[in-house]
Nanobody
Framework: VQLQASGGGLVQAGGSLRLSCTAS????????VGWFRQAPGKEREGIAC????????WYEDSVKGRFTVSRDNAKNTVYLQMNSLKAEDTADYYC?????????????????????????WGKGTLVTVSS
């Protein structure tokens, strides 16, 4: 089972990118899915998470109002639309899926950086924002 984040690239500040999280041998529609990033020399941080039905979404303050998470369960894909990108958004971006905890408990864990125990992690995709 493997998750894969894709869609990264080089973009100018103020630009947009859409990342996708897909899964092989795994149906995402029963999983809460989170997006994470790790900038060079920094710890990984959680930035957004969407529940199974897509009607409950959490955003970290630094991306709130600029990033949007959505999911298309028919396509087995979760998206991260990133607008108004800043140089400080430069990082490797990862997605992870979890069906062990309820959404509220998962968000609390993400905020405390207790997210490495999520059920499945994907390989990252690099986003570079030039200023």
């Amino acid at each position: 089972v493997q998750l894969q984040a894709s869609g990264g690239g080089l973009v100018q500040a103020g630009g947009s990118l859409r990342l996708s999280c897909t899964a092989s041998e795994l149906t995402l529609d029963t999983f809460n899915v989170g997006w994470f990033r790790q900038a060079p020399g920094k710890e990984r941080e959680g930035i957004a998470c969407i529940n199974v039905s897509g009607d409950n979404i959490w955003y970290e303050d630094s991306v709130k109002g600029r990033f949007t998470v959505s999911r298309d369960n028919a396509k087995n894909t979760v998206y991260l639309q990133m607008n108004s990108l800043k140089a400080e958004d430069t990082a490797d971006y990862y997605c992870a899926a979890d069906d062990t905890r309820n959404f509220v408990a998962l968000i609390q864990a993400i905020k405390k950086r207790y997210f490495y125990g999520m059920d499945y992690w994907g390989k990252g995709t690099l986003v570079t924002v030039s200023s």
